[in-house]
């Protein structure tokens, strides 16, 4: 079955820098990548996805990239915000599971200083 | 507003206790989710459901079981809870669809002592 990776488990920047967070993924049928936010007392809420058909797809400060050869996906989080800290999870999926079943990565903790 | 409910947002239970976890949506949806989430492992499947009465396992299932009698309710049951299985657990809900975004309830933390 399908493995998620995801690095680093903690990732703290400072107001205004950049933010990186990387996955690799184990099963080349996956073909659907969602990113995850999850704030602290809340459920994860998705903030971008991509699909395998596309390599790159932004959403004002945020990317995420896909290297299908590779197999790994990055989030790119640009002029990072206070209120970016929180928990971000990837995750991955193959449609011809027939049905959706996400395989989540580890999740990192990112912390922005102001 | 789209909205996942779950009916607690913490329990406290005994070894061998019989517990539910409810899950409601609002959004019609045709497939719900059920997940345990513990630091440093993520997010992980136990149930999923993609019609009234039809259950799926999810990647550990074992001690859990589901019941879905109606489209917008998902039960979560641990027949004879163990201190394993203290964790975050978390309700979603999807439209048809393989790449359709998942809402997420606010999670219930369980603890068993």
């Known amino acids: 079955g399908e493995n998620v990776e995801q690095h680093p488990s903690t990732l703290s920047v400072q107001e205004g820098d950049s933010a990186v967070i990387k996955c690799t993924y184990s099963?080349?049928?996956?073909?659907?990548f969602p990113w995850y936010k999850q704030e602290l007392g809340k459920g994860p809420q998705l903030i971008i996805d991509?699909?395998?058909?596309?390599g790159e797809k932004k959403d004002q400060r945020i990317a995420v990239t896909l290297n299908k050869t590779a197999k790994h996906f990055s989030l790119h989080i640009t002029e990072t915000q206070p209120e970016d800290s929180a928990v971000y999870f990837c995750?991955?999926?193959?449609?011809?599971?027939?049905?959706?079943?996400?395989?989540f990565g580890t999740g990192t903790r990112l912390l922005v200083s102001p | 507003d789209v909205k996942v409910t779950q009916s607690s947002r913490y329990l406290v239970k005994r070894t061998g206790e019989k517990v539910f976890l409810e899950c409601v949506q609002d959004?019609?949806?045709?497939?719900m989710f059920w997940y345990r989430q513990d630091p440093g492992l993520g997010l992980r499947l136990i149930y999923f459901?993609?019609?009234?009465?039809?259950?799926e396992k999810g990647d550990i299932p074992e001690g859990y079981s589901v019941s879905r009698e109606k489209k917008e309710r998902f039960s979560l049951i641990l027949e004879s809870a163990s201190t394993n299985q203290t964790s975050m657990y978390l309700c979603?809900?999807?439209?048809?669809?393989?790449?359709?975004?998942?809402?997420f309830g606010p999670g219930t933390r369980l603890t068993v002592l």
């Open positions: 979603a809900s999807s439209g048809q669809g393989w790449n359709n975004e998942q809402f």
């Open positions: 995750a991955a999926s193959a449609m011809n599971t027939g049905f959706q079943k996400l395989v």
């Open positions: 959004m019609d949806h045709e497939n």
């Open positions: 459901s993609y019609d009234v009465k039809m259950k």
């Open positions: 099963d080349s049928a996956s073909n659907y």
């Open positions: 991509i699909r395998s058909n596309v």
